[in-house]
């Protein structure tokens, strides 16, 4: 069992920035895979962004080139750097990793995350 900690939500107004970061709590395990989430209110869960080992890179549409994904794999670290935040941004943002290789990573596929974390909030106003 390892933890996520994620940290860097907060409250910005439509067209600033935030920057996430998801830091594994073992420093046993290397993840294959790291992916952020986010669930907005009355909306589904939906992968954002993810990130493999060797550095390989995956966005969904509604975030291509706002977001930023990358890693320091020294620290078991992920962020996510988002630009040009727009009201529709606001929700619940949550780190996922997958340990074991495989086809999960990219697309991002929630079934294949191993830990999750418990989320941390962003909220973009107009």
């Known amino acids: 069992q390892i933890d996520l900690v994620e940290s860097g939500g907060g409250s910005v107004q439509a067209g600033g920035s935030l920057r996430l970061s998801c830091t594994i709590s073992?420093?046993?395990?290397?993840?294959?895979?790291m992916a952020w989430f986010r669930q907005g209110p009355d909306k589904e869960r939906e992968g954002i962004a993810s990130?493999?080992?060797?550095?390989?890179?995956n966005y969904a549409e509604s975030v291509q080139g706002r977001f930023t994904i990358s890693q320091d794999l020294a620290k078991n670290t992920a962020y996510l750097q988002m630009n040009s935040l727009k009201p529709e941004d606001t929700a619940m943002y949550t780190c996922?990793?997958?340990?074991?290789?495989?086809?999960?990573?990219?697309?991002?596929?929630?079934?294949?995350?191993?830990?999750w974390g418990k989320g941390t909030l962003v909220t973009v106003s107009s």
């Open positions: 990130i493999r080992r060797d550095d390989t890179t």
């Open positions: 996922a990793v997958g340990l074991s290789t495989g086809g999960y990573c990219l697309p991002i596929r929630a079934g294949g995350m191993e830990f």
């Open positions: 073992s420093d046993t395990y290397s993840p294959f895979c």
